[in-house]
C-alpha cells in the first residue's frame, strides 16, 4: 500500500495548505511496525489531531482497515508534526 498517497487522499480536503503537507515513513524498531511521521503548519496540525486526538484517531483507524484489507500483519503509526512559516518580517509566526 502506497501510505503516503492514501495518507494524502484523507487528509488533503481537512486541511487549508494540502501542497505543504510532508508525510515521510520513518525507520521502525521492527519489520511489522510502520511509522508514518505527518507535517503541517501549526493551524493545519492542529485540524488533523482534533479536539482530544478524535480526527487522528479516526485517521488510524481508517488506515488500520486498509492494512487489514490487505491481509496484512503490519501496526501502522502515525505521528503527527508542525511546523512555522517564517512570518513576513522575518521572525518566527
Not at 26 to 46: E, G, H, Q, W, Y
Not at 58 to 73: D, P, Q, W, Y
Request: charged residues 30%.
Amino acid at each position: 500500500m502506497d501510505y503516503e498517497k492514501v495518507i494524502h487522499t484523507l487528509i488533503d480536503p481537512m486541511v487549508e495548505h494540502p501542497n505543504e503537507i510532508i508525510i515521510r515513513q520513518m525507520p521502525s524498531p521492527s519489520d511489522r511496525d510502520v511509522t508514518i511521521l505527518i507535517c503541517a503548519d501549526d493551524n493545519d496540525t492542529k485540524r488533523l489531531i482534533g479536539k482530544r486526538g478524535v480526527v487522528a484517531n479516526a485517521l488510524r483507524e481508517v488506515i488500520r482497515i486498509g492494512t487489514k484489507a490487505e491481509n496484512s500483519s503490519l501496526r501502522i503509526h502515525l505521528k503527527f508534526e508542525s511546523f512555522q512559516e517564517e512570518g513576513l518580517d522575518g521572525e518566527n509566526a
